[in-house]
């Protein structure tokens, strides 16, 4: 199935600073990327959806300008959340658009902490 | 609009005992379904998928779910459970097969010695 990389794995950052996730897709061209959060012991909720070379698309509730998400190439996606607070504190997973072959691949995900 | 509803946030069963995780959809069109596993701080894995074939589909570690429209469920069950089945699952459902999947709420499995 597809491959996907995401990185970092862990992050602590202070308060009013931005963070930087990235995801890449290793063996495929990810035209779509789906970005998930996941809240302490609670399920994936879908943040919005990137596509490559256009803006990505918000669910309804998600600060698009805190949320930054960029698209540039068909093998990264990014996510920047901006001005972090400690609400912002959460899990943090992309997963390309998939398909029945692939069964929808995951990456290992970005556990956010704002002190 | 498609969404799937697991029975018990936490269930717990003995080592070698059955396991038995509920998932029932909601879907106006025939839905296709995922059961994933999640270890704590990491992705999703896939466990296995519905799509439309066969309705008994086997996945990996000895899991298996059956699919029944009457039912609109998709429940997962292992015949015995090992130590290291002790996860968080999720079911998931996708209406189109490529659209971003809906969870269910999850159910986190112990496993007793």
């Known amino acids: 199935g597809a491959v996907v990389s995401q990185h970092p794995s862990r992050v602590i950052c202070k308060s009013g600073t931005s963070v930087k996730i990235e995801c890449r897709s290793l063996?495929?061209?990810?035209?779509?990327m789906f970005w998930y959060r996941q809240f302490p012991k609670k399920s994936l909720m879908l943040m919005a959806t990137s596509n490559e070379g256009s803006k990505a698309t918000y669910e309804q509730g998600v600060e698009k300008d805190k949320f930054l998400i960029n698209h540039a190439s068909l093998t990264l996606s990014t996510l920047t959340v901006t001005s972090a607070h400690p609400e912002d504190s959460s899990f943090y997973i992309c997963?390309?658009?998939?398909?029945?072959?692939?069964?929808?691949?995951f990456g290992s995900g970005t556990r956010l902490t704002v002190v | 609009a498609q969404s799937v509803t697991q029975l018990g946030s936490h269930v717990s069963v003995s080592e070698g005992a059955l396991v038995l995780l509920r998932c029932n959809y909601s879907s106006s069109v025939p839905p296709y379904l995922f059961w994933y596993v999640q270890y704590p701080n990491q992705g999703l894995q896939l466990l296995l998928k519905y799509t439309s074939a066969a309705t008994l589909v086997k996945g990996i570690n000895g899991f298996e779910a059956e699919f029944k429209k009457s039912e609109t469920s998709f429940h997962l069950t292992k015949p015995s459970a090992h130590m290291s089945d002790a996860a968080e699952y999720f079911c998931?459902?996708?209406?189109?097969?490529?659209?971003?999947?809906?969870f269910g709420k999850g159910t986190r499995l112990s496993v007793i010695a």
């Open positions: 998931a459902v996708s209406d189109q097969g490529n659209t971003p999947l809906v």
């Open positions: 063996d495929f061209q990810a035209t779509t």
């Open positions: 997963s390309p658009k998939g398909s029945l072959s692939s069964g929808y691949t």
